[in-house]
């Protein structure tokens, strides 16, 4: 049984392009949450999604960011024209559906972004 | 709004002594509370949670959790450190209330040091 699944683990990019975060959450589970966590730091809430639907989105910059979780495929997160100040460690987490939800979270290895 | 805080940055403790990470939170319904361990470049493991029930909680490699409602509290503890428990500790909380899914949030981190 597979875990969470992120990909890249590590991505490189120049001031101005785009960066594709992708997650797979374990299977069974519709809930994918994102963190971002700078070095030596804690990990701040960015989204949580579910299948076609973005719960709560509080913790994710106006602009330039962006996050979906289709109903095929895995949950993405985007960050257009990137600039130093992104990189970090984006963490996915993955849950079960509600109602059986206690909250416990799954976590991926990170995708590392280093913006050059 | 829900909230976590983790007063120290870093505790350092001898092998074989009892350890102590606080947390406390802040939370407008029943607060359902989580501990983490993260190992240097990996994602967050699971340690214990509290949802409702006994306040002492046990968890994985010995650790357990007791949560004080009174000081709004829940504090890890394990009776005897071992090397191997050094790593980046953290508290979460997400807001019981209702049936509905929330966001989890965490708290800033405490490192853990245990000397031989």
């Known amino acids: 049984n597979a875990g969470v699944m992120q990909n890249p683990r590590h991505l490189v990019r120049r001031r101005g392009q785009e960066a594709r975060l992708r997650c797979s959450p374990m299977?069974?589970?519709?809930?994918v949450y994102w963190y971002r966590q700078l070095p030596e730091e804690g990990l701040k809430f960015m989204v949580y999604?579910?299948?076609?639907?973005?719960?709560?989105e509080s913790g994710m910059p106006k602009e330039r960011f962006s996050a979906e979780f289709p109903k095929e495929g895995p949950s993405i997160l985007r960050i257009q024209q990137v600039v130093r100040g992104d990189s970090a460690a984006y963490f996915c987490?993955?849950?079960?559906?509600?109602?059986?939800?206690?909250?416990?979270?799954?976590f991926g290895e990170g995708s590392r972004l280093t913006v050059l | 709004a829900q909230s976590v805080a983790q007063p120290e940055d870093q505790v350092n403790v001898a092998e074989g002594n009892p350890l102590t990470v606080k947390c406390t939170y802040s939370?407008?319904?029943?607060?359902?509370l989580f501990w983490y361990v993260q190992y240097p470049n990996r994602g967050l493991q699971f340690l214990l949670k509290?949802?409702?029930?006994?306040?002492l909680v046990k968890g994985s490699y010995g650790f357990e959790a007791e949560f004080n409602k009174s000081q709004t509290s829940f504090h890890l503890k394990k009776p005897s450190a071992l090397v191997s428990d050094s790593a980046l500790y953290f508290c979460?909380?997400?807001?019981?209330?209702?049936?509905?899914?929330?966001?989890?949030?965490f708290g800033s981190g405490t490192r853990l040091s245990i000397r031989p």
């Open positions: 987490a993955s849950s079960k559906l509600a109602g059986e939800n206690t909250g416990e979270l799954f």
């Open positions: 299977k069974g589970h519709s809930h």
């Open positions: 999604l579910q299948k076609e639907n973005i719960i709560d």
């Open positions: 939370v407008s319904g029943n607060p359902y």
């Open positions: 509290y949802i409702t029930g006994d306040n």
């Open positions: 979460a909380v997400r807001d019981g209330r209702g049936s509905s899914a929330s966001k989890i949030i």
